[in-house]
């Protein structure tokens, strides 16, 4: 491999590490945008969704470990079915946590509401833990072993389908929030809550539209993210987590595309930090890096947003 | 870290357990008491069985053959699990060291098969100057000068071994890689936790004196999931071998990731790669070809333990395996001791059989040579090698039918 090769090699991995922690910070941004909250329930709604994912691969298509092979049709059910479900139970526990558990507390001033969130996410770590156990488990891939060999770099299908899956997946929310009616009221809230309001906004719909959204996104990342690394386990959400909540907060938190930005450059950061200095350090670059961000730019690189506090 | 290979079998057999003894003593010769402190209920219950019966066996025959003259050998067996537990406790490992210890007519004792439980006995039995022979505990603590005043606080060693300490993983492995595989490059990783830093830091070391070339050495997290990065450094270092110290939280990643990127070179890490985890979670193909160490002799296979494996069959009407041949090794050691006692016409004491024990020498034993040293670990300590081969005919995630024994990795 020469140093080129591995340049874009160790480019292809921080791309895909970073389509996933995009998908997961949009999750941290659009709830914060429209409430102020970070919600740290969504390390784990992320969690639940690989496993979705990959308890629906594995009775609903009897797929196990990697030895099955599928194309053509039978694949794009198996995996579109995974992918829908999980998204969409994931955005169904999304809706309810801001239902029957955030809502109570809106008025509530203080940080009630963000460590109700804490315990929702202990609650759904220790629930996987019970069904489901603590060990690594095989996430079944039906892909293809397919790569394509740009001279010394390889890039496999799952690669590709994974930039696929989250560009299509931002590029849809962008337009929702751009060019619909409720994505209007979703910026109109953020904007100004109380402005919204006397508008004729429903406010609930919106915050509730955001919760749904972004849980949306976790369930898919984690469908992605089993497929990507052939794992589930209990336990991969916290660091995936913290990582796609770095990304909102360098991009700008409550900034959609700062979201997206800050995904990939921290996906891209890690792994050529981890080719450069070492694995061990790489923590250490991302979080200093996002200091160093922090205290020149304390927007974020793209700009907070935030509603206006009144 | 881990005192021995797990076993994933049922707990049957527990009532059969109680039921063999040793014959009773006949009423001319004295009688000399081994104590037995082993996991006879819970879930080793199955191995606790198998391996006993090893050290019964041994002092069947001796009292058969009248091996020691005018002594008849009995065991006594003291159960170190509890039902809260559901295997062994230390506590209760403790209590049968008292009651060992209390015993006046308990020369010596057999056990215990974990490190957990041999951490809590040997201060007592150091106090209470019993000697014991493990069949299967590998932590190097017990053992180690360092650790004297808490595990020998008497002084004397009093915990001895017929198997290897963990300690001899790392540099032994790194013998048979560049021995056996023939490697001349290698990248090092851990997995930052306390057992995986020392394996790989020994491995390392031993590796660098026989010249063989280290391209670099970095740590995981255990709780990242993207390992895609160090492994593509790695395939651009292009080194002959990856080494691991580490357990199976980053090791089923690592074993998962490699596959894509590295299938083809040499893998290998310590007994926290010997496990039924890696094979569910990382499963075939990625773990096809990983090389795992144990800290224990693999013998069961070798032609030379098939007298033994057969007359054993013929008397418990069970298979052994590896820790019930330890076990009779240490009987043996135990027998011996006693004989060369009693052999100088002085009635045998915990005293002079701990000594005597110290100094036996068996050189053709099943394990091969066995003597101590001056802090009860074996001389010759044996490292036995496993490697991943697919055996479609048996469970995929059954640990003893998926890693096959290649060979023994030997000391410097």
């Known amino acids: 491999m020469t140093t080129g090769d591995l340049f874009l090699q160790q480019l292809i991995n921080g791309l895909s590490l970073g389509s996933m922690y995009a998908l997961l910070a949009l ?7 429209i409430m102020e909250l970070i919600n740290f329930s969504h390390f784990n709604v992320f969690m639940v969704g690989a496993m979705i994912a990959m308890l629906t691969l594995q009775w609903g298509f009897g797929l196990y470990g990697q030895d099955v092979v599928l194309t053509g049709l039978p694949l794009i059910l198996s995996l579109g079915t995974a992918m829908l479900l999980s998204m969409v139970l994931c955005g169904g526990i999304g809706v309810s946590i801001e239902r029957f558990l955030l809502r109570p507390l809106r008025q509530v001033k203080g940080p009630a509401a963000m460590i109700t969130t804490i315990g929702v996410s202990y609650v759904l770590f220790n629930v996987i833990l019970l069904t489901i156990g603590s060990d690594s488990k095989n996430f079944p891939n039906p892909l293809a072993p397919i790569a394509f060999h740009i001279g010394g770099a390889v890039l496999r299908l799952k690669e590709i389908l994974i930039w696929v899956i989250s560009l299509v997946l931002m590029g849809g929310l962008t337009y ?67 990582r796609a909540f770095t990304a909102a907060v360098l991009g700008g938190i409550g900034n959609v595309p700062g979201a997206m930005l800050g995904g ?22 991302i979080f200093g890096l996002l200091v160093l961000v922090l205290v020149f730019r304390p927007a974020g690189l793209l700009g907070r947003i935030a509603p206006n506090k009144s | ?26 009423a001319e010769d004295k009688v000399i008491k081994i104590g037995f402190s082993m996991s006879f209920t819970g879930a080793d219950a199955e191995n606790a069985l198998r391996v006993s019966q090893g050290g019964v066996f041994a002092f069947e ?4 053959n009248k091996a020691v003259k005018g002594y008849q050998f009995l065991v006594e067996k003291l159960d170190d699990a509890t039902a809260t537990a559901g295997q062994y406790d230390p506590a209760q490992a403790a209590t049968n060291a008292r009651k060992m210890v209390s015993d006046k007519a308990i020369m010596a004792a057999l056990g215990p098969q974990m490190s957990g439980a041999g951490k809590a006995m040997s201060p007592i039995l150091s106090a209470g100057g019993l000697a014991t022979i493990t069949p299967s505990s590998t932590n190097p603590d017990i053992t180690d000068p360092k650790f004297a005043a808490q595990y020998r606080p008497a002084g004397k060693p009093i915990y001895f071994r017929t198997v290897a300490t963990d300690a001899y993983q790392g540099p032994n492995m790194a ?51 993207d390992y895609a990065t160090i492994l593509t450094k790695i395939k651009s270092l292009a080194p002959d071998a990856l080494y691991y110290g580490g ?33 569910k979670g990382a499963g075939f193909p990625a773990v096809e070809g990983w090389y795992a160490t144990v800290a224990s002799p693999h013998v069961i296979e070798d032609p030379k333990t098939k007298d033994f494996s057969d007359k054993y069959f013929a008397r418990f009407k069970m298979r052994p395996d590896d820790y019930t041949v330890t076990c009779y090794v240490g009987a043996q050691v135990i027998i011996e001791a006693v004989r060369a006692v009693t052999a100088t016409g002085k009635a045998p004491t915990r005293e002079a059989v701990r000594d005597a024990i110290q100094t036996v020498s068996l050189p053709n034993s099943l394990l091969g040579p066995i003597s101590f040293d001056g802090n009860g670990d074996l001389k010759d300590k044996i490292i036995s090698v496993f490697q991943i081969k697919k055996d479609a005919t048996k469970s ?10 290649v060979g023994v990795a030997p000391m410097a």
Do not use: H
């Open chain 1, 27 to 33: 999750g941290f941004t659009l709830v914060y945008g």
């Open chain 1, 176 to 242: 929702f929030v751009q060019y619909t009616k409720i994505g209007r009221a979703m910026r109109a809230t953020a904007q100004d809550p109380e402005a919204a309001r006397m508008m004729g906004v429903e406010v609930d719909r919106v915050v509730m539209m955001s919760f749904f959204l972004g849980s949306a996104l976790a369930g898919a990342c984690g469908m992605v993210f089993g497929l990507y690394y052939n794992l589930a386990k209990v336990d991969i959400g916290f660091a995936a987590g913290l």
């Open chain 1, 264 to 285: 990939v450059l921290i996906g891209l950061i890690e792994s050529l930090s981890g080719q450069v200095i070492g694995t061990a350090w790489s923590d250490v670059v």
């Open chain 2, 1 to 26: 870290m881990i005192s021995r290979r797990s076993t994933f079998k049922a707990a049957a057999g527990i009532a059969a357990a109680a039921t063999i003894g040793v014959q009773s003593a006949r």
């Open chain 2, 61 to 64: 025959e001796a009292n058969a």
């Open chain 2, 175 to 225: 013998n048979y890689m560049a021995d056996t595989l023939k490697i001349k490059s290698v990248y090092i990783l851990d997995d930052s936790g306390a057992y995986g830093v020392g394996l790989a830091d020994a491995f390392q070391g031993q590796v660098e004196k026989k010249g063989v070339k280290v391209l670099g050495r970095d740590r995981l997290d255990p709780k990242a999931a």
């Open chain 2, 247 to 279: 357990v199976g939280q980053a090791g089923v990643k690592l074993a998962k990731q490699a596959y894509d990127i590295i299938p083809t070179m040499i893998k290998a890490g310590g007994d926290g790669m010997q496990s039924a985890d890696l094979l």
């Open chain 2, 396 to 405: 995929l995630e059954d640990p003893d039918a998926q890693f096959k024994y």
